[in-house]
């Protein structure tokens, strides 16, 4: 397993305790996987509050943009991930940020499965389209 690897699976998996370890043996917080996924992106997407928390506090961009320049940010809103929505923004997410294809933050926020929290959260946070 390489270390990009063992980094996504732990950070993947929610292991915070695993995460710390990786950083402090000099794991990069900006590591992207093969995909051209930001680790922030993949903890953001798979719900893990803590992890986001962690890899932000080691320096981890939280803009860091994939290929198509989605952000952490953009998946913890199309997910719900509220208290992540938060985080993200308490550490300078741009909550107006567009992707490659146009689409803002709140267009993301907008879709029938998401409840009406992350648009306000999105909007009193100074978000536009």
Do not use: C
Request: charged share 20%; aromatic share 4%.
């Amino acid at each position: 397993m390489t270390g990009a690897t063992t980094l996504f699976t732990a950070v993947e998996g929610g292991d915070r305790d695993r995460v710390a370890a990786l950083l402090e043996s000099g794991a990069d917080p900006n590591l992207r996987n093969d995909r051209s996924v930001p680790v922030i992106t993949a903890a953001a997407a798979a719900g893990h509050a803590a992890v986001v928390e962690l890899l932000l506090s080691r320096g981890a961009a939280v803009d860091l943009a994939t290929d198509d320049d989605d952000t952490a940010l953009m998946y913890a809103v199309t997910l719900g991930q509220a208290e992540i929505v938060k985080i993200l923004l308490a550490h300078g997410a741009d909550p107006s940020h567009r992707n490659s294809w146009g689409r803002s933050v709140l267009d993301w926020a907008e879709n029938p499965t998401n409840s009406t929290e992350i648009v306000v959260i999105l909007q009193a946070a100074g978000a536009h389209k």
